[in-house]
């Protein structure tokens, strides 16, 4: 049997694989286990303890934050100021970006963009939650890294990655050279790599995507899923519907038997509801990295112009068969005119206010 290799040996045997070794993906990554290994232990005793319900603000999203989004929130950042890495944290938990301003920080050179707890609705319900990160290099050479050193297109990922606090608690990450998961070993507390080399099948018969909202969606998308439910045994139909309500553990079900999980736009989500910088683009970046694919129905994740911090798009990801054949209905039956297409631009780049 394979001997135990820890998520700290594990990057430093790859860190040649990492262009910008000297240890810094190391750190940054070994900064993000530590918050993530106490994240977990308050969630797994999370019904113990006065930390479930919400703590009474408001974030910008609109959305109660829980006393564990804010706990989740505060870990993370802490443990990347400590570690010395990073120059700048962008959370779904803060409305602007949080500048690390410390002096151990001083020559940080990369940006962590995080969702430090996914699918916090279902936090007091007992069901799986994650955080998920993305990491990028400071575009900036001088002073104070800035708003634009965040905003970089998801192609300019370094590295990406997620938690998923389940039945067990694992860690699943890339750089750029394939995907490698790590399950929590409580009794070492060590990330014990358990998921080498990750591949996500080209093909499944799982779709994850939230019926409820169905008179509001796409008319593509209405098609598809009626593709999905229609008799066919030559393709395995109808597939299997499974929705979780947090991404991670949806995405990451389907990474591991094959699948697709749709959040396309709504007449009350007109951008779609998941954050393009930390929701998104990672999840875009590992499950293309699995081999899988990750659109807007139309266009890459990975590609899309990012203008702002807290900017929503639709998103498409899984099986790459499935998210092909998905476009297909999208193309079929809700194309963008031309001048859909061309404000769509203007609203990625900023220039008119799509209703985020
Ligand atoms: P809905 C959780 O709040 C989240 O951001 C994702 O984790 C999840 O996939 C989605 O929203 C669920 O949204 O509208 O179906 O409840």
Not at 100 to 116: F, G, L, R, T
Request: with cysteine.
């Amino acid at each position: 049997m394979q001997g135990l290799l820890t998520l700290g040996q594990f990057i430093i045997e790859k860190q040649s694989d990492f262009p910008y070794a000297k240890g810094e993906l190391s750190r940054l990554l070994r900064d993000i286990g530590i918050a993530a290994k106490i994240v977990n232990r308050e969630v797994n005793k999370a019904g113990l303890m006065d930390i479930l319900g919400d703590v009474g603000t408001v974030n910008i999203q609109g959305e109660n934050q829980k006393k564990l989004d804010v706990f989740a929130n505060e870990q993370f950042i802490s443990a990347l100021t400590s570690g010395g890495e990073c120059c700048i944290v962008a959370s779904e938990e803060n409305d602007d970006f949080v500048p690390i301003d410390a002096e151990v920080s001083k020559n940080a050179k990369y940006i962590v963009a995080i969702d430090p707890l996914d699918g916090s609705s279902n936090i007091d319900v007992n069901v799986a939650v994650g955080t998920i990160f993305s990491i990028y290099r400071r575009k900036s050479t001088d002073g104070k890294a800035t708003l634009e050193d965040v905003l970089q297109n998801g192609t300019e990922q370094v590295a990406a990655g997620y938690v998923i606090y389940g039945s067990s608690t694992m860690l699943v990450y890339t750089t750029g050279k394939g995907v490698n998961g790590f399950t929590l070993d409580p009794s070492i507390g060590e990330f014990c790599l358990s998921h080498p080399n990750m591949t996500i099948p080209k093909d499944g018969t799982i779709y994850s995507l939230n019926e409820g909202n169905y008179v509001h969606f796409p008319d593509g998308v209405k098609k598809y899923l009626k593709y999905c439910q229609v008799e066919d045994q030559q393709t395995s139909r109808p597939y299997t519907s499974r929705y979780i309500g947090s991404m991670v553990a949806d995405v990451h079900r389907n990474m591991i038997k094959g699948g697709i999980f749709i959040y396309p736009t709504t007449s009350g989500a007109p951008n779609g509801k998941l954050r393009l910088v930390y929701e998104c683009n990672p999840m875009a970046f590992i499950i293309e990295q699995a081999g899988g694919r990750a659109t807007d129905g139309y266009n890459r994740i990975c590609e899309k112009e990012v203008s702002s911090l807290h900017q929503r798009s639709a998103i498409f990801i899984g099986s790459e068969n499935m998210v092909l054949k998905a476009e297909e209905f999208m193309r079929q039956y809700s194309a963008l005119t031309p001048d859909e297409k061309a404000e769509k631009k203007l609203e990625q780049m900023g220039v008119i206010g799509g209703i985020d």
